[in-house]
């Protein structure tokens, strides 16, 4: 049999070697999508540095960037945005209440930064039961074995992080 296929939920990993970049890692195993780099990119924090800094290479705070990458996407994704307006709202924290103030214009809303965090959260939550309905356990929010077992290079890590915490993700 074939072991070593870099899959979660059927979708293939794109870029990001969970085992260097750990908050990818633990996106990719729990979004509802599977190995989706954009559905809470954690590169911006664990190289990129936008937005917080977390060491990639440890597993401490990684479950926590990533679900909160994936609440602001889910919301992001639901205004027909695109993901990159991310950066300058991590970057520029004056940004993200223009970015409330177009919303509620456009839509006639009066959407706060917890009315963002909510619909985030409302999204995955209905994507999660979807997932649910179709067969998806917390079984499936899980990186193949061999990324748990075999060392990368240079810094020779594999993916630490463990499932215990992996199911404490959309646990708000």
């Known amino acids: 049999g074939v072991e070593r296929v870099p899959v979660v939920k059927g979708q293939g990993f794109p870029a990001y070697d969970p085992r260097a970049v750990k908050g990818m890692g633990v996106t990719y195993a729990t979004s509802t999508m599977g190995a989706d780099h954009t559905a809470g990119y954690a590169v911006a924090q664990n190289i990129l540095k936008v937005g917080g800094d977390v060491d990639a290479l440890k597993p401490l705070g990684q479950v926590e960037i990533s679900r909160n990458l994936q609440i602001a996407t889910a919301a992001i ?23 409330l103030d177009l919303l509620n214009s456009f839509y006639g809303l009066n959407l706060t930064a917890d009315g963002v965090v909510a619909l985030g959260k409302q999204v995955l939550t209905w994507e999660r039961e979807f997932n649910v309905r179709a067969g998806f356990t917390k079984e499936h929010d899980r990186l193949p074995e061999f990324f748990k077992s075999e060392p990368i290079a240079p810094h020779n890590v594999v993916f630490d992080v463990p499932d215990e915490e992996l199911d404490q993700v959309f646990n708000w």
């Open 77 to 99: 994704d639901s205004t027909g945005m695109c993901l990159f307006i991310a950066f300058a709202v991590l970057d520029q924290p004056e940004t993200f209440q223009a970015l």
